[in-house]
């Protein structure tokens, strides 16, 4: 009976059975703690997932919990979704029915909307960790201790199909469409297969990672290939830049994930509090997300020195360029090169191929394979092509004569807000249902922190009894999640259209932003 490829787990839990693994609020966890959880969690999830094609969903709480899920699925070949704990039920079922998640596995943030799912009938099993409680009677819900010591012993770990975790990302349509994570290129068939080059594409450099961003974001979820390599995990719940300079020096972190918004709220904190602060152990910060602002990298190239390493890609494709610190104060702006198997092209609108400096489609060939894909969701992932073997993320920009890439636009009317994807289109979908709403266009505008947020124009269907704006945000909690609600709301006669009678979001961005780039960095 072939057993769990715990790997690098094993030899650490042999080697060092009391060092530190995982930080989350509740306290530490060593090794000895940490790897039998996962095994145990492992095994459930292979109990309740036997047709290779289910999968368990885990709530993003910024918990140990939820990165040991992830990793359990990941050694035992059970596919996992990331899923937002902001969903509403709505929201949820519909990832459910798309995916095939047949349990979940939440916290405090998550528990309620989970909870409901399972007595809805929509999921068979709900588990819940990290002191998260419900009133709830409906069989099927159990506690993560509870669930981990039930384990059973004989579990067979046959190998199974390859199944990479899943994100859910909208679009245009404002319905969100799973993809697979692109943390390893190279197709593979089998899931030992699948962690054997998961573990050879170590992003980080060895020693403790620390965690700030949510864990159900592609950026901050790959610290579960650090945890599989048998390397601390530090989970912060609520960012608080003071606590995680804290953290950073008593753990000795060598690295992280982070978006310009962690940049600015550590730049922020009190200035005698960061000089009493060791970062010298931090050897690598990758950040991607959204554009930084050129004076927010320089201070904190000038703080943290040389370690800051931008990436631009998606969920859907991995990271297609990179750029270090030293190649950044050479090419400010840039996003730095692509990076192997892909090939950067600028195009226009019919896909032919621009010069060294003209603004066009930025797109990026790669072989058979390695392209985006959606799940169920053959149309979505044609448009993701400018061209056969050419796929485009949305963005406009430039390369110039030495392959520096330049992004200067976006073709979609994606917003960026604290290194968090929002489409328009969930929020205006949500808005029309308003009886007193005749039309509505929601768009990005400047904000200080986040560098974007969501500000929604409506046109009222009687002027002379225009909704409030609690009125319009208490409706929408009922249909989407809190984030992507607009939390500004301005009303005017009539949204401007083009000739295709398309509603011009640039003319409405442009009063907001200082140039014609109407989006943030």
Known sequence: MPDLPLGPLADVLAAQPDGVALVDAEGERTWAMAVPEIAAAARRMVDAASDPDQRWGVLGDNAAPTLMAHAAGILAGVGTVAVSRQLTLPELTDQVQDSGMVALIAGPGGAPTAVAALEAGIVDTVVLHSGATTDSTAPGIVAWKDWIDG??????????PARPGMVYTSGTT????????????????????????LRERAQFPDGPHIVVGPLQHNGPLTAVRHLLLGRPVVIVGKFDGA???RLIEHYGVTSSVMVPTHFQRLLAVDADVRAQRDVSTIALVAHTGSACPPDVKRAMIDWFGPVLIESYGG???????????????????????????????????????LADGETGILAFEAPEGFG??????????????????????????HVDENGFIFITDRMS????????NLYPSESENALRQHPAVADVAVIGIPHPDLHEQLLALIVPADPAAAPSAAELESFCRELISAYKIPRQYEFISELPRNEMQKVDKKA???PYWDSDRTIAG
Not at 152 to 158: E, G, Q, Y
Not at 323 to 345: D, K, M, N, T, Y
Request: proline share 6%; hydrophobic share 35%; with cysteine.
């Open 151 to 160: 384990a059973s012993a004989s579990t067979d770990f046959a190998d199974r």
């Open 174 to 197: 404002g319905r969100a469409r799973g993809t697979q994570t692109r943390w390893v290129l190279a197709p593979v068939d089998t899931h030992r297969e699948y962690l054997s080059k």
């Open 243 to 245: 606590e995680v300079l």
């Open 315 to 353: 969920s859907e494709s991995g990271t297609l360029c990179r750029i270090s610190s030293p190649e950044w104060l050479e090419h400010p702006g840039s996003v730095g090169r692509a990076v192997e198997p892909f090939r950067v092209v600028v195009v226009d609108e019919d896909g032919n191929d």
């Open 372 to 397: 985006p894909t959606y799940h169920h969701d053959p149309e979505k992932t044609a448009k993701a092509y400018v061209r056969p073997g050419a796929f485009t993320l949305g963005d406009m920009g």
């Open 413 to 420: 009317d994606m917003v960026v807000s604290g290194g968090v």
């Open 508 to 510: 409405l961005r442009r």
